[in-house]
């Protein structure tokens, strides 16, 4: 039960997704243990599923929600406090790309 | 000062004034001093805000206030839950520094009952992870014996409690993050039903699996916080209303035994000690019933795809733009390439990787949702299954505590160390680990009860009884000066 080893190109694409810069060591690591990982999850193919609801969210009562009524809320110095740059009341960031800034 | 063998016994000399919580924070502050050079089991530790606390708390009870339920009683918080107070990073490099604007709801709970929180405990990266390893603070190593692990992701706590820095440690639980290290250190511990302690404040590592829980040295110390812990939390959109069902007689319990999940345990000593436990439970009444959960075989791919891909979403909060790590870019996208680059670890990155695979279009019904419709065949079984009996018990861990290193190279063997503990978490039952002898080397090993949801009382009920029998307190190296 193999699956085709994943490409060099599959990982990069995975690594765009993930907003991740990988060195050329770990593009060849990466694309290796993914080809395991993937091989490892393909058990799950033969097992009978058909009709078989998923399962997303796990709790034994409904959701329980909250009152729809305005409550206080972190103040804005306290959230930017963390932020690495900020400016103006919010927090800075670099150009997003072909932008000025 | 003579050091009382449990929380509850403290609280009983606090009560007494035999003890003040005063001394009971600097016994614990002098173990942190003396040993925790080689442990490693904290990443952040408050010993002048804890000597406060504990002189505020002995000059109220002088002064005859009424106190909390854990007043002067000293604790650790796995990193991963977030304080006001004191720094808080996941031990991940992409959090060095951060300080959260808020308390994680248990952490304020425990607080306002009069515990007093000593310092933050070591983990596994974001909590992925079975052996404290994978920290980028540094490894953790079981006070046992130091040549092994605490288990991981919530090694630091199981260390911090088995080492006597304080009388309990609240971790969370994935897929065995409290258990396997409950195990290894000779802990007692409970991942609950899904709901009944909140999440507020815990970082994620996949919501839909994780859960808190306290780490004791005793069942009765573990009925105690469970107590003090449960209860609703509007800020946790999955946290329950509902009432723990009362505690069952032994007498009369059918007690589920999985026959073929045993077979794949190759150390004896831990097929010898569960088979004592259940001869324990016979001689207490108990039924002892064969019971199957056909699908626990594929619990490793089901669990391994679920976590990747609610990890791979929920991790991408680590922008480098409100919080945390940035490294410096011009442009927007390198910036949040380069810091989450360098502010992740190996395994970090690779469950990232991994999800974002699984995520993508046209690998989402193959992978997610066939894991997700997977999940729910193990739901199904755990439905049938508690049919037939009342509770069932495994071995939390296949083997006692590993050697440090000894796993580190395939990713994939290091999985396998969660076997037992994972198809629990999948089907969100309760389960707690208590401990059930020492082997040959004097490692210290657990025993797994799985009950139905809200059945957390019998569970406890269930423990203690194995406890009075197979107990291994007085080894604990807390109470035997020698650590490790």
Redesign the interface.
């Known amino acids: 039960m193999s699956s085709l080893p994943i490409t060099r190109e599959q990982i990069l694409r995975v690594a765009e997704l993930s907003r991740i810069a990988l060195t050329e060591e770990e593009i060849e690591q990466y694309a290796r243990e993914l080809t395991h990982f993937v091989d490892m999850l393909s058990v799950l193919d033969t097992i009978d599923k058909d009709g078989v609801p998923p399962t997303v969210t796990l709790t034994f009562d409904p959701i329980a929600q909250r009152d729809d009524k305005l409550e206080p809320s972190l103040p804005r110095d306290e959230a930017l406090a963390m932020g690495p740059v900020t400016s103006d009341g919010g927090f800075a960031v670099p150009k997003i790309l072909g932008g000025e800034g | 000062m003579s050091a009382p063998r449990d929380l509850i016994e403290a609280l009983e000399s606090l009560e007494a004034g035999t003890l003040t919580a005063s001394e009971l924070v600097d016994d614990a502050l002098g173990r942190i001093e003396a040993h925790d050079g080689e442990i490693g089991a904290l990443l952040a530790l408050d010993a002048e805000g804890a000597r406060e606390r504990a002189r505020t708390i002995d000059e109220k009870r002088k002064s005859g206030e009424t106190l909390g339920r854990l007043a002067g009683i000293p604790f650790t918080l796995k990193d991963n839950f977030v304080t006001k107070g004191l720094p808080t990073t996941a031990a991940s490099k992409m959090l060095e520094g ?2 959260a ?2 308390s994680a709801t248990l952490a304020e709970k425990l607080e306002a009952e009069g515990a007093i929180l000593l310092g933050k405990a070591n983990l596994d990266e974001f909590a992925m992870g079975s052996s404290t390893e994978r920290s980028a603070a540094h490894p953790t190593r079981n006070p046992w014996d130091r040549s092994r692990v605490p288990g991981g992701s919530s090694g630091g706590s199981a260390a911090a409690v088995a080492a006597g820095y304080g009388y309990f440690s609240v971790g969370s639980d994935t897929g065995g993050s409290l258990r396997q290290p409950a195990a290894f250190c000779g802990l007692n511990t409970l991942k609950p ?3 009944v302690f909140s999440r507020y404040g815990l970082i994620q590592l996949a919501p ?1 699996l994780d859960q808190p829980g306290p780490l004791t040295r005793s069942v009765r110390d573990l009925q105690l916080l469970t107590e003090v812990m449960r209860g ?1 939390d ?1 800020l946790d ?6 009432e723990l069902a009362p505690a069952r007689d032994i007498q009369g319990l059918r007690v589920g035994i999985l026959k073929p999940a045993l077979e794949r345990v190759e150390h004896e000593p831990i097929r010898d000690a569960h088979d004592a436990v259940l001869e324990t439970l016979r001689a207490h009444g108990a039924e002892i019933v064969e019971i199957e959960i056909p ?1 626990a075989n ?1 619990a ?3 669990y ?2 679920i976590v ?1 891909a609610e990890c ?1 979403s929920g991790m ?1 909060r680590y ?8 490294v410096s ?10 810091t ?2 360098q502010g ?1 670890g190996e395994e970090v ?2 469950r ?3 999800g ?3 995520l ?1 279009e046209e690998n989402v019904e ?2 997610v ?9 193990i ?1 199904r079984d755990f439905d049938a299954a508690f049919e037939r009996c009342d509770l069932f018990v495994t071995p939390t861990t296949a083997t006692p505590a590993f050697e440090l290193d000894n796993r580190g190279d395939d ?2 063997a290091m999985y396998l160390s969660d076997y037992f503990t994972l198809p629990a978490s999948l089907a ?1 039952m309760p389960a707690v680990s208590t401990p059930m002898g020492v082997d040959a080397d004097g490692l210290p090993l657990g025993i797994q009860l799985v009950g139905a ?2 059945t957390e009382a019998t569970l406890l009920r269930v423990a203690a009884a194995i406890e009075e029998k197979h107990g291994i307190l007085d080894r604990l190296p807390a109470l035997n000066g020698g650590i490790g």
């Open positions: 951060y300080r604007p808020f039903t899904v709901g839909s609703h509007p959109s999955w946290s329950s209303k509902r699908h594929i490793l791919p089901t391994h795809a990747a791979s991408a922008d480098g733009v409100r919080y945390g790590k940035r870019k011009d442009e927007l996208f390198e910036m949040m390439e380069a989450r680059a992740f990155k690779r990232i990787l991994f974002a695979y699984l993508m193959r992978f949702q066939g894991a997700r419709r997977a999940r729910t065949l739901r990713p994939l969100g949801p809200f």
